[in-house]
T-cell receptor, first 111, second 114 residues
Framework: GQNIDQPTEMTATEGAIVQINCTYQ??????LFWYQQHAGEAPTFLSY????GLEEKGRFSSFLSRSKGYSYLLLKELQMKDSASYLC????????????FGTGTRLLVSP | NAGVTQTPKFRILKIGQSMTLQCAQD?????MYWYRQDPGMGLKLIYY???????DKGEVPNGYNVSRSTTEDFPLRLELAAPSQTSVYFC?????????????FGPGTRLTVT
C-alpha cells in the first residue's frame, strides 16, 4: 500500500520563498510527481523526480531523497498566481502507470 | 490539439439514475485514467486503461464501469447513482513515449447526486 503526507495549508508573502514537504511510504517506488491545481480547475504537471537530488525548472524546484521517503517543492519569488493546491503523487513500481496522490497542500500567497 | 476533453461540465442526478461521463483525448495516448476528487481531498483512481480493450480497477471502482473500445475515448458509467458519488470527476491520459509518463488532465465534471 501507499501513504503520502503533506501539510494541509501554508501561507506566504508575495516575493518570498516557500517549501512544501511530502513524505511517503510505499512498497515500491518508480517516481514522484508534483502537480499544481488552482481552485475549480484541473491539475497541471509541475515536476518529476525519479533519482535523488534537485530538479530545477524556473522559479520551481523539486527535491527527492528515496532513502528518506521525502520530497519537497520549492517555490521562489512567489506571485499571487501561485495561490493554489500542490499535489504530491507517487508511482508504485508494481502499478507502473498508476499514481497515488496525497491530499494536497493549499498555498495562500498574500500581498 | 484539444488535449483531454470531458462532457458534461456539470450534472445533477437523482438517486438511482444512471449516466455516462464522456472523456476523449486527441494526443494518441495509450494510457487513460478516471479519478474522483472530493472536497479538500486528493485524487482517487477509479479505473484506468493501458490501451484499447484493456481496463483495470483502481482504488475506488465500486459503483462505476468503464470501457475502452478506441484509443481516443474512455467513458465512465455510473449505475444507480448514490449521494456518495457526489464529486468532481477528472479524466487523464499519458503516453509511454514520455519518459515520465506525465498525466494530462481534462477540465473535470462536477456531479451532484441528490
Amino acid at each position: 500500500g501507499q501513504n503520502i503526507d503533506q501539510p494541509t495549508e501554508m501561507t506566504a508573502t508575495e516575493g518570498a520563498i516557500v517549501q512544501i514537504n511530502c513524505t511517503y511510504q510505499t512498497s515500491g517506488f518508480n517516481g514522484l510527481f508534483w502537480y499544481q491545481q488552482h481552485a475549480g480547475e484541473a491539475p497541471t504537471f509541475l515536476s518529476y523526480n525519479v533519482l535523488d537530488g534537485l530538479e530545477e525548472k524556473g522559479r520551481f524546484s523539486s527535491f527527492l531523497s528515496r532513502s528518506k521517503g521525502y520530497s519537497y517543492l520549492l517555490l521562489k519569488e512567489l506571485q499571487m498566481k501561485d495561490s493554489a493546491s500542490y499535489l504530491c503523487a507517487v508511482r508504485d513500481r508494481a502499478g507502473f502507470q498508476k499514481l497515488v496522490f496525497g491530499t494536497g497542500t493549499r498555498l495562500l500567497v498574500s500581498p | 490539439n484539444a488535449g483531454v476533453t470531458q462532457t458534461p461540465k456539470f450534472r445533477i442526478l437523482k438517486i438511482g439514475q444512471s449516466m455516462t461521463l464522456q472523456c476523449a483525448q486527441d494526443m494518441n495516448h495509450n494510457y487513460m485514467y478516471w479519478y474522483r476528487q472530493d472536497p479538500g481531498m486528493g485524487l482517487k483512481l477509479i479505473y484506468y486503461s493501458v490501451g484499447a480493450g484493456i481496463t483495470d480497477k483502481g482504488e475506488v471502482p465500486n459503483g462505476y464501469n468503464v470501457s475502452r473500445s478506441t484509443t481516443e475515448d474512455f467513458p465512465l458509467r455510473l449505475e444507480l447513482a448514490a449521494p456518495s458519488q457526489t464529486s468532481v470527476y477528472f479524466c487523464a491520459s499519458s503516453s509511454n513515449r514520455d519518459v515520465s509518463y506525465e498525466q494530462y488532465f481534462g477540465p473535470g465534471t462536477r456531479l451532484t447526486v441528490t
